[in-house]
């Protein structure tokens, strides 16, 4: 069997785009020898000092919540930990249509077996630096002209680790479907100068 490949996904819990790019990528385990880990950027922290809509500018004030949450999982339990809470939060956030707060974090914290209470780290700064760490380790390979989500694997010579923004699909491909989109992303990715393919959005998430 090939050695299975360790791809790190970054992600914002409250973007739907990376939500389906997260459940692309766990098809992709299935017909690929790839590992997902499920790490956190902030779309807050990616933002800050930017001349934004207001709208846009409330959306990410309350949006430091979620984000806090996962790191201080992460901190206690690992990444592994992580990756269950994503699917809690984001079966209800873009499922469920569940507005961000205390109560959707301490039901999806329960959900995966975890102490309720982490919920508390939602208004706290205590973890925020460590949310910072996580958050450039993801961008600083791929720029801050990009948001989430973003992809870091190996590339096609030994010891190489391509990064990139995307893939943005919908709906997620499903089994060998989902597997092509793999081998071709990481075709273009893996090119040395290759920096985007791009055409206008015709439709919106799709969550199938």
């Not at 249509?97 to 205590?126: I, Q």
């Amino acid at each position: 069997m090939s050695e299975r490949a360790a791809v790190d996904m970054f992600f914002d819990p409250a973007c739907p785009w990376a939500w389906i790019t997260s459940r692309w990528l766990l098809e992709v385990e299935r017909v690929r020898p790839v590992d997902v880990r499920f790490r956190v950027m902030s779309l807050s922290v990616l933002n800050e000092g930017r001349d934004l809509p207001e709208d846009y500018r409330r959306f990410l004030d309350t949006n430091w919540g979620p984000v806090r949450v996962c790191i201080a999982v992460e901190q206690a339990h690992g990444s592994a930990a992580v990756r269950e809470l994503y699917t809690a939060l984001g079966n209800r956030i873009h499922l469920g249509g569940a507005e961000r707060g205390p109560e959707l974090y301490r039901a999806a914290l329960a959900e995966v077996g975890l102490d309720p209470a982490l919920a508390e780290a939602a208004d706290s700064t205590e973890y925020d630096e460590a949310l910072r760490v996580s958050h450039d380790e993801g961008m600083k390979p791929v720029g801050t002209d990009v948001g989430t989500p973003v992809i870091h694997a190996p590339g096609p010579v030994p010891g190489q680790t391509v990064a990139f923004f995307g893939p943005v699909v919908t709906p997620a491909p499903k089994g060998e479907a989902a597997g092509r989109l793999w081998d071709g992303v990481l075709l273009v990715a893996g090119t040395p100068g290759f920096y985007e393919v791009k055409r206008s959005r015709m439709e919106g998430p799709t969550f199938d």
